[in-house]
């Protein structure tokens, strides 16, 4: 889908369309070329070593060299060859490459360049032999896999426009560079944002200017920073058990272990289990609805919208399951607004807005500068006083809990500075003050705010709690960051040369070792160590294509945010909701010929694994075919849109800011397991926001 805006007159820029989650064929189609065409940085992927990267003017280096065990008769199956493979001894964190000069085998740490594409046996000392490869070789063959014909099949994109585009990526040595987010929200997203990854490896693009780079690191704020300890918590409670959102890997459960003392095949787990991903709230919609691994007693939800941001659990099934005290005992909302969760919560607790919080991010890597941005309370919170200078938001009430129970690390003698002396932790400012302090005193410590600037921003009138958050002579300083919205480096500080000063200095992984000997846990067989073409499949490996047919569903979906919507702009910017009140079902100009539709109908949307949405129907060229889009942040039943009561207080409704649809209602669900469940990448549990199979029936 083509955003608005995102390709102008005059512009070098080209959109190019493709099918919905299919941009990974694309992307190894690209690669396919690169191999055949020899148009990677050979130079660059045969150094082995940060020593020898150096020495040839990168800074960074991949394991493009090293030998990966691919016997599966070796203890060590899928993983990378070691010295103690050899029998050799292991100085550190050392591989084993073929040395280009010498041709044996060598230590990565001990030679310049290894080589790219050996395939064989080599032997140990014991005389033994073992079956190997080079982890660029593997990445090779799997990109050859299939051919450009069958990858131009599959994402719909010419080969002749891939070939292009692939050519001119390649054409500018290092200076090039991959991003992706929306297209990696699929079944299939994991290899998608793996291939990204790789293909920016390939041209040795890491850490050179023009090229890609990480994210820069902010100031130190919540960690032991230059003045105050904010990450230790004396006598803290071990925590133990796994997440209940199952990113975990399963053979390390009960319910594995179980199987396997009973002789039975541990696979498949009742649902997947992802252990190449961590804390994922979607995936604990569904471990809570279907009780599983555990059953919650109590659910805190906080700055989230569980039924909005989950695919799939907008569907009433699964909001009725979340209304039901003997699925959920206890729900707890912590929300400004009566949001769709707040709606069915036990419990409502008023929360601040941005305007009225706390907050210290570091920026995201569209620059290389190290920062950090501060959001402080401007405004006082239009709330009852709970106590001189408190008011209820999320941070108070973690507080006055944790307190009231006994926890470590809150109320007096909580927090300490470097220096071992204690101080209070009671209200959110004696934490944050804290973090912005570390903020100001970080490496060389920035100046002292001026007297003008200091009565130019009101700082003699602040609301929250100063005194005795911080000390005196932290203040000034303190309020100079404040004053600037937070710390930011100065403009290309981050560079030596065409070099980036704070630069990943780890290897690059053409072959992921952690991923490689991770297994499916539904099917119990071993992910791919490197980028491949995956198509999106069901939890039994039927890919959805072969389960529903696209001549009788012929559309994926897409499901992107629009710039003038978002969760919190229909109550926060009236005047943007009347600019956009509602959104569409979009699709492209042909499609809409075949099926005999024009702009304004009004159309059903049907998915495949159950689940419809009646809206408006929007055609434009601007859509791949076979696509249909449907625009993120529309379609709420709560949130203003209707009324609710408090007490004896009745709060009226706004029906207009329920304008739109839904597309979380008809996100596609996994039919392969018997229980409600949407569908998701199998390796790390990321939703299926893209994809599935749909058709469009006119009402």
């Known amino acids: 889908m083509m955003s608005g805006g995102a390709v102008g007159p005059g512009e070098k820029a080209e959109w190019v369309p493709i099918k919905p989650t299919?941009?990974?064929?694309?992307?190894?189609?690209?690669?396919?070329?690169?191999?055949?065409?020899?148009?990677?940085?050979?130079?660059?992927?045969?150094?082995?070593?940060?020593?020898?990267?150096?020495?040839?003017?990168?800074?960074?280096?991949?394991?493009?060299?090293?030998?990966?065990?691919?016997?599966?008769?070796?203890?060590?199956?899928?993983?990378?060859?070691?010295?103690?493979?050899?029998?050799?001894?292991?100085?550190?964190?050392?591989?084993?490459?073929?040395?280009?000069?010498?041709?044996?085998?060598?230590?990565?740490?001990?030679?310049?360049?290894?080589?790219?594409f050996f395939s064989g046996v080599i032997q140990n000392n014991d005389g033994q032999s073992i079956k190997v490869t080079t982890a660029l070789n593997i990445l090779k063959e799997n990109a050859y896999r299939y051919s450009m014909e069958d990858y131009a099949r599959i994402c719909g994109v010419p080969k002749e426009k891939i070939e292009e585009l692939a050519r001119e990526y390649t054409s500018h040595g290092y200076k090039v560079g991959v991003d992706g987010m929306?297209?990696?929200?699929?079944?299939?997203?994991?290899?998608?944002?793996?291939?990204?990854?790789?293909?920016?490896?390939?041209?040795?693009?890491?850490?050179?200017?023009?090229?890609?780079?990480?994210?820069?690191?902010?100031?130190?704020?919540?960690?032991?920073?230059?003045?105050?300890?904010?990450?230790?918590?004396?006598?803290?409670?071990?925590?133990?058990?796994?997440?209940?959102?199952?990113?975990?890997p399963y053979e390390y459960t009960t319910e594995y272990q179980e199987k396997v003392k009973k002789g039975e095949n541990p696979y498949p787990s009742k649902l997947p289990w992802y252990p190449l991903n961590s804390s994922m709230d979607n995936q604990a919609v569904y471990s809570i609805i279907n009780e599983y691994p555990y059953k919650a007693k109590i659910l805190v939800s906080w700055m989230a919208n569980l039924f909005f941001a989950t695919p799939g659990a907008a569907r009433e099934e699964i909001i009725n399951e979340f209304k039901n005290p003997e699925r959920i005992p206890l729900i707890i909302?912590?929300?400004?607004?009566?949001?769709?969760?707040?709606?069915?919560?036990?419990?409502?607790?008023?929360?601040?807005?941005?305007?009225?919080?706390?907050?210290?991010?570091?920026?995201?890597?569209?620059?290389?500068?190290?920062?950090?941005?501060?959001?402080?309370?401007?405004?006082?919170?239009?709330?009852?006083?709970?106590?001189?200078?408190?008011?209820?938001?999320?941070?108070?009430?973690?507080?006055?809990?944790?307190?009231?129970?006994?926890?470590?690390?809150?109320?007096?003698?909580?927090?300490?500075?470097?220096?071992?002396?204690?101080?209070?932790?009671?209200?959110p400012e004696d934490y944050f003050l804290k973090a912005v302090v570390n903020v100001a005193y970080d490496e060389n410590p920035v100046p002292e705010i001026s007297p003008e600037e200091y009565k130019l921003q009101e700082f003699g009138k602040v609301f929250f709690n100063v005194a005795g958050a911080i000390k005196n002579e932290e203040w000034p300083r303190a309020a100079y960051v404040m004053a600037r919205?937070?710390?930011?480096?100065?403009?290309?500080?981050?560079?030596?040369?065409?070099?980036?000063?704070?630069?990943?200095?780890?290897?690059?992984?053409?072959?992921?070792?952690?991923?490689?000997?991770?297994?499916?846990?539904?099917?119990?067989?071993?992910?791919?160590?490197?980028?491949?073409?995956?198509?999106?499949?069901?939890?039994?490996?039927?890919p959805v294509d072969e389960a529903f047919n696209p001549d009788e569903w012929p559309f994926k979906l897409v499901n992107c945010k629009a710039k003038l919507r978002s969760i919190s702009l229909i109550a926060n910017a009236p005047v943007v909701t009347d600019l956009s009140s509602t959104n569409y079902i979009e699709i492209n100009s042909l499609d809409a010929g075949v099926l005999g539709l024009k702009t304004g109908t009004k159309v059903k949307l049907v998915a495949a694994t159950g689940g419809e949405v009646t809206g408006e129907l929007l055609v434009r060229p601007g859509i791949a075919r076979g696509t249909v889009n449907v625009y993120f942040g529309y379609g709420h039943w709560a949130y203003g849109a209707r009324g609710y009561q408090v007490g004896e207080k009745k709060v009226a409704g706004d029906a207009s800011r329920g304008g739109g649809i839904m597309a979380g209602k008809v996100s596609p669900l996994d039919k392969s397991l018997?229980?409600?469940?949407?569908?998701s990448d199998l390796a790390t549990g990321v939703p299926a926001r893209n994809g599935g199979r749909y058709k469009i029936v006119r009402v």
């Open 22 to 116: 299919t941009d990974g064929a694309l992307i190894m189609a690209m690669i396919c070329w690169m191999f055949a065409n020899n148009s990677l940085d050979y130079k660059y992927l045969a150094i082995p070593n940060m020593a020898a990267a150096q020495k040839e003017g990168y800074y960074s280096y991949t394991n493009s060299t090293y030998l990966v065990i691919i016997d599966p008769g070796h203890p060590n199956y899928r993983k990378l060859l070691r010295p103690e493979d050899l029998g050799w001894t292991n100085d550190g964190d050392e591989y084993i490459v073929i040395d280009r000069v010498t041709g044996q085998p060598a230590k990565n740490t001990g030679v310049e360049a290894g080589e790219l």
């Open 182 to 248: 929306g297209n990696l929200a699929a079944a299939n997203g994991f290899y998608t944002g793996m291939a990204l990854y790789l293909l920016s490896a390939l041209m040795g693009s890491w850490n050179l200017r023009g090229g890609m780079i990480k994210d820069p690191q902010g100031y130190a704020a919540f960690g032991r920073g230059p003045r105050y300890d904010l990450n230790t918590i004396s006598d803290a409670p071990r925590r133990s058990g796994v997440r209940l959102s199952r990113d975990f």
């Open 333 to 427: 909302a912590i929300d400004p607004f009566m949001g769709e969760v707040a709606a069915v919560a036990d419990y409502v607790l008023p929360d601040t807005t941005q305007y009225e919080s706390w907050g210290l991010l570091s920026i995201y890597g569209y620059t290389g500068i190290k920062a950090t941005s501060i959001r402080w309370p401007v405004v006082r919170p239009p709330m009852q006083e709970i106590g001189p200078g408190r008011y209820p938001c999320f941070e108070t009430y973690i507080i006055d809990v944790a307190k009231k129970i006994g926890l470590p690390g809150f109320g007096d003698d909580a927090i300490k500075d470097v220096t071992g002396n204690s101080y209070p932790l009671n209200n």
């Open 485 to 542: 919205g937070g710390r930011f480096a100065p403009y290309d500080s981050d560079w030596k040369g065409e070099r980036q000063k704070d630069a990943y200095t780890g290897v690059i992984t053409i072959y992921n070792e952690t991923v490689a000997t991770s297994r499916n846990s539904m099917t119990g067989e071993f992910f791919a160590g490197t980028a491949c073409w995956q198509p999106e499949v069901f939890a039994d490996g039927k």
């Open 674 to 679: 018997q229980k409600v469940f949407g569908l």
